[in-house]
């Protein structure tokens, strides 16, 4: 049976869910523009040059910025950003990482706005402060247009995990919450319900629902008044900044891939070749190591990658690597048999080429080769 909650959250996705077949709802009230706004104003701010993937996917990152599909029954005012980005529950479709190792870029980056968005919420205060709200938030409809530069880069410059922004910025909003207060009746315009317990550091979106100060929703629509313009602008800025922030990170953590591992027996022995590709960085380092079943026999080459433009499967950076391993492991020779070689990538970000890639249902990104010597 549904507790009153759930019947609550229910009604509420299920308006959300309407609202986004609309392309209209919370910071996208009308005229629709509020996460797209706030994506821009952070991408523009993004190097290019030391981020060309974030250039590259600009579309898809604004696409899930507008996707209102991941808040939760549980959570319908936030969502689990943490999930979305590691993609290892059936209901994440692949996150961003799982969508990424198997060169599926665009849902990749997809969902990099789609924690972009749940993020950015956390900067609205009924999200924050967990109110139960529908289409018509006065907040949301009074900076539902709202655009401005980003002013500041962010001072972390994404050294967090990209889902740590949520809980940061939703900390942030509601240490605000009782300073914003309706001057005619002395009430703060939101209200979190002060027997909830949830503290600082939890997230306030899967606790009790909060309310409007004094029961109705009186934040003016106007941008007329410098106190109410300058709470607008103070959460469009902060959302900004987490958006920034989110980008930054995500593009430091996804890890170079190889692709089109292949072995092929010549003269000299087996040359070993594959494509290299990453996100964001041009020197890689490689390293390939030959196994016998599941036992580590040893290192056959390791060595420095260059890479170009553009990469393989869509990523902005790659090359084409290739050698020759005469059979030798640490200068002994290997007796005939069936062996493998195993490659793994590093980037300049010292993320390293997962293993997961050798349990999805693509073959293309493999990291392992099977061998014969002779």
């Keep these: 049976m549904k507790t009153n909650k759930m019947k609550v959250a229910a009604g509420i996705l299920a308006v959300y869910a309407a609202a986004s077949a609309s392309m209209a709802n919370a910071w996208k009230s009308a005229p629709l523009l509020a996460h797209t706004n ?4 952070a991408l523009d701010r993004v190097n290019k040059s030391e981020y060309p993937d974030l250039a590259a996917f600009k579309v898809k990152l604004i696409e899930g910025a507008n996707d209102e599909s991941w808040h939760t029954i549980d959570s319908p005012n936030g969502g689990k950003p ?7 529950k059936t ?3 692949g996150g961003v990482l799982g969508n990424y190792a198997a060169f599926d870029l665009e849902h990749a980056y997809r969902r990099i706005g789609s924690i972009c968005h749940l993020t950015e919420d956390q900067a609205s205060p009924p999200h924050a402060a967990n109110v139960y709200h529908g289409l018509f938030d006065r907040f949301e409809t009074a900076a539902g247009d709202y655009s401005a530069p980003l002013y500041d880069v962010p001072a972390d410059a994404g050294v967090k995990e990209p889902y740590a922004y949520y809980q940061e910025t939703q900390d942030d909003t509601r240490r605000k919450l009782s300073s914003w207060v309706n001057p005619e009746t002395g009430r703060p315009y939101w209200v979190e319900d002060p027997d909830s317990g949830v503290k600082l550091g939890q997230d306030s979106t899967f606790g009790v629902y909060g309310s409007y100060g004094g029961g109705e929703d ?8 410098k106190r109410i313009l300058a709470i607008i602008d103070g ?15 995500a593009s430091k953590r996804l890890p170079p891939l190889v692709s089109d591992l292949a072995a092929a027996n010549t003269g000299g022995g087996i040359e070993i070749s594959f494509n290299a590709s990453d996100n964001r960085s ?6 390939a190591e030959a196994y016998q079943g599941s036992q580590l026999l040893g290192l056959i080459k390791d060595g420095n990658i260059n890479l170009g433009q553009p990469g393989a499967y869509g990523l902005p950076l790659g090359g084409r690597v290739s050698f020759v391993w005469d059979g030798t492991v640490q200068g002994r020779k290997l007796s005939a048999g069936e062996y493998s070689v ?10 390293t080429t997962p293993d997961s890639v050798n349990l999805d249902k693509s073959r293309v990104n493999s990291t392992e080769v099977n061998v014969s010597l002779n």
């Design 218 to 225: 009186s934040f003016p629509i106007t941008h007329s008044d």
């Design 91 to 93: 209901e994440d479709a």
């Design 38 to 41: 706030i994506m821009q104003a």
């Design 342 to 351: 195993h490659v793994k990538l590093t980037d300049s970000d010292n993320n």
């Design 282 to 287: 041009s020197a890689l380092t490689f390293q």
């Design 82 to 88: 943490k999930d979305i980005w590691l993609g290892a």
């Design 235 to 249: 959460q469009f800025q902060s959302a900004a900044r987490a958006t920034l922030n989110i980008l930054v990170a």
